[in-house]
């Protein structure tokens, strides 16, 4: 099933928030704290000026968002679900008390969560764009053409997203450069991939997943990210293997271009 024939005008926000965020999972937890200290990493000791964040395929997930919010002065969250951008929106009214749980995650990590605690919910209503557009819209296969300024992100995530759009290997691909290549050279980025998925149920429709292993994740990011490292977290419940997280930084396009080169290369032999 390609991403075009999934029924995204039936998918059910609530649905999928009740039966995965609703409760903080052990998974998720791990997610949150590993994402945070590696931006918090990132960004301290460095000048202090807002940059643009993205969150590709948002869904009924904040804590990608939240993980972003010290350092941007905007959000964007990208979201192609019609009902998904409904729940997004009502989120940035007043976020559900339960998404306090992600951020006190994110508070036990670093000061830069901490220094914004007081005034989160009026931040993020601040900060956060709700998008509503197809990942693939991001696309742009030639890399000497010059994407516009606004959308050049200086920090992104994209949360199980790319392997759960289509049970397709090339829409896989696709999608993970779609993210990669919107970020500006040397931003750092976190990805998060369910393993060995077969497809998955939100209330009582099925959608697509692509089945990926750690192997295939990383030979597609190594063409446009680097210091990529992986952790690997158990199966959170029947109908994967397990969740890869990647964390890494966008590479300079002279390092992306250079590769895109020789791809095209070998292609044509």
């Known amino acids: 099933m390609l991403n075009a024939d999934a029924p995204w005008d039936a998918f059910d926000p609530d649905a999928y928030f009740d039966h995965n965020y609703r409760d903080v999972l052990a998974a998720d937890a791990e997610i949150v704290e590993l994402v945070g200290r590696y931006f918090s990493d990132h960004f301290r000791g460095k000048l202090n000026r807002p940059v643009l964040g993205i969150d590709v395929g948002a869904g009924a997930n904040l804590y990608p968002a939240l993980s972003m919010l010290p350092w941007c002065r905007e959000i964007t969250l990208l979201e192609r679900s019609p009902k998904n951008v409904e729940y997004l929106n009502r989120q940035l009214r007043d976020f559900e008390p339960e998404w306090g749980r992600f951020w006190k995650l994110l ?6 969560y901490r220094a914004v605690d007081a005034d989160r919910r009026a931040r993020f209503r601040q900060v956060v764009r ?3 557009a197809d990942l693939f819209g991001l696309e742009d296969r030639n890399p000497l053409s010059p994407r516009p300024r606004q959308e050049r992100y200086q920090i992104g995530t994209m949360f199980f997203v790319a ?4 049970s397709s290997h090339d ?5 993970v450069e779609c993210f990669v290549r919107a970020l500006a050279p040397g931003a750092p980025f976190a990805a998060a991939f ?3 998925s077969k497809g998955y149920h939100v209330g009582d429709r099925f959608f697509p997943a692509c089945d990926v292993n750690e192997l295939q994740v990383d030979e597609i990011l190594d063409e446009f990210a680097e210091n990529v490292t992986y952790h690997r977290l158990g199966e959170v419940r029947p109908g994967h293997t397990g969740i890869i997280l990647a964390l890494g930084h966008r590479k300079p396009h002279s390092v992306a271009l250079f590769r895109w080169l020789k791809r095209m290369l070998r292609r044509d032999a």
């Open 171 to 175: 829409e896989f691909r696709r999608a």
């Open 107 to 112: 508070c036990d990590q670093d000061e830069a």
């Open 163 to 166: 392997e759960s759009l289509s």
């Open 194 to 196: 369910m393993e060995g």
């Open 130 to 132: 709700v998008r509503e």
